[in-house]
């Protein structure tokens, strides 16, 4: 029961940034008004690419993760991916860049996005029995799985 909580979780968050990913490929402009980006001429087009590339692989890694009997790692892309751009605006604040309410309410996204694909990891990628387990050994009133 508690898998398909966590499998639930993880394709709704896929659900939304797969939307994301799909506005940036046929409107950039998505981009420019959620993120802030100013975008002129051809970095249109790299806006488009990169930003859509980045929101659809992470999504589509998670959705493979959550749905295909052992392929729990693919889970780690969209954690390593996110990590990394968090990574990147910790360094950019710490070195000056301007930090607003968008950058921070980013960071936090990105930060429980990590949180939720580790976790998401580690309770899908145990064994059924190691997870039956642990629910007999804590008892029928106090079940941990």
């Known amino acids: 029961m508690t898998n398909w909580i966590w499998r639930g ?3 709704l ?9 799909v506005q940036g490929v046929l409107d950039p402009a998505t981009f420019t008004e ?13 806006v488009r690419a990169d930003l859509s590339a980045f929101f659809l692989v ?3 890694s998670a959705a493979v993760g959550a749905l295909v009997p052992g392929w729990t790692r693919a889970l780690l892309v969209p954690a390593a991916l996110y990590g990394t ?24 996204i990105e930060a429980l996005t990590v ?7 580690w309770v899908l990628s145990r064994p059924a029995a190691i997870q039956n ?13």
């Open 13 to 21: 968050w896929a659900a939304f940034f797969t939307i994301l990913g």
């Open 34 to 46: 959620t993120f802030g980006i100013g975008i002129e001429g051809a970095a249109a087009n790299t």
């Open 115 to 121: 949180v939720l694909m580790v976790a998401s990891w």
């Open 58 to 60: 992470a999504a589509g």
């Open 9 to 11: 979780a993880v394709l």
């Open 85 to 108: 751009a968090l990574t990147g605006r910790l360094l950019g604040a710490a070195m000056g860049d301007l930090v607003n309410g968008a950058i921070v309410q980013a960071m936090i």
């Open 133 to 145: 387990a642990a629910v007999h050994v804590d008892g029928p009133d106090n079940i941990a799985g």
